[in-house]
């Protein structure tokens, strides 16, 4: 995904743009496991050609219409993206996203529903893929256990509380006990580094744009904001 490109698009380069795969955002960014920069990086530099020999090099190659072909001869079935109707910046990252993973044989059906529909379909696991915004917090904490605790999914069917995905990792499970346990900061850092790892080999989900939030403030009286 070309994220510079869709980034400009909706947002006019209006906000800051900052992108990484193991979703440590901008005011977050020193949990971020200095080791670990170059891989974030290039797990979402856009590349199409590389995508497709990553996919030639297990099988699966484009036919003459320009459709993915599994190494079983099939073509990879189609499957839906869905976001909230209305919500424009959503609707239009849709569009850009099956456009340009159509360019690598992929056929994705962007869809657009009510906010109930959406959220319902996270909650009980019924949807194929979807766009869904992440709960920040002063720390990576909130955003980890939000999207990858045990205690915040359900089966296929029930209702998850934030854990949409239905991804689970016991070593994840671990660092957000050791997380939540002590006070010391160097051990705290070290947990999430540990989690950043992991998301970075398994990539559960897929970080798209920054969720911009708009503010306002003066300057006469109070200075110091942060960047």
Same mark, same amino acid.
């Given at each position: 995904?070309?994220?510079?490109?869709?980034?400009?698009?909706?947002?006019?380069?209006?906000?800051?743009?900052?992108?990484?795969?193991?979703?440590?955002?901008?005011?977050?960014?020193?949990?971020?496991?200095?080791?670990?920069?170059?891989?974030?990086?290039?797990?979402?530099?856009?590349?199409?050609?590389?995508?497709?020999?990553?996919?030639?090099?297990? *099988?699966?190659?484009?036919?003459?219409?320009?459709?993915?072909?599994?190494?079983?001869?099939?073509?990879?079935?189609?499957?839906?993206?869905?976001?909230?109707?209305?919500?424009?910046?959503?609707?239009?990252?849709?569009?850009?996203?099956?456009?340009?993973?159509?360019?690598? *044989?992929?056929?994705?059906?962007?869809? /657009?529903?009510?906010?109930?529909?959406?959220?319902?379909?996270? /909650?009980?696991?019924?949807?194929?893929?979807?766009?869904?915004?992440?709960?920040? *917090?002063?720390?990576?904490?909130?955003?980890?256990?939000?999207?990858?605790?045990?205690? /915040?999914?359900?089966?296929?069917?029930?209702?998850?509380?934030?854990?949409?995905?239905?991804?689970?990792?016991?070593?994840?499970?671990?660092?957000?006990?050791?997380?939540?346990?002590?006070?010391?900061?160097?051990?705290?850092?070290?947990?999430?580094?540990?989690?950043?790892?992991?998301?970075?080999?398994?990539?559960?989900?897929?970080?798209?744009?920054?969720?911009?939030?708009?503010?306002?403030?003066?300057?006469?009286?109070?200075? *110091?904001?942060?960047?």
């Amino acid at each position: 995904l070309d994220r510079n490109f869709m980034f400009k698009s909706i947002y006019f380069d209006s906000y800051k743009s900052y992108y990484n795969s193991t979703f440590i955002t901008y005011p977050l960014r020193s949990w971020m496991d200095p080791t670990l920069t170059d891989l974030a990086s290039s797990l979402i530099t856009y590349n199409p050609q590389k995508a497709q020999d990553l996919l030639a090099s297990i *099988g699966f190659k484009k036919n003459e219409q320009g459709l993915l072909i599994g190494p079983d001869g099939r073509v990879v079935p189609s499957f839906t993206l869905s976001a909230v109707a209305g919500w424009t910046d959503w609707n239009q990252a849709e569009s850009i996203i099956a456009q340009e993973l159509k360019e690598i *044989g992929l056929q994705v059906n962007a869809v /657009q529903q009510s906010f109930g529909q959406w959220y319902s379909s996270l /909650q009980t696991g019924t949807f194929d893929s979807a766009i869904m915004y992440m709960n920040v *917090g002063t720390n990576p904490y909130e955003a980890y256990y939000t999207m990858f605790s045990p205690s /915040q999914t359900a089966p296929v069917g029930q209702v998850a509380s934030s854990n949409f995905s239905r991804y689970t990792n016991p070593l994840i499970t671990d660092a957000l006990k050791v997380f939540n346990s002590t006070s010391d900061s160097r051990l705290q850092k070290q947990a999430m580094y540990t989690i950043e790892r992991i998301v970075l080999d398994d990539m559960p989900a897929v970080v798209l744009l920054p969720g911009p939030i708009d503010d306002v403030y003066q300057t006469s009286t109070l200075a *110091g904001f942060p960047d």
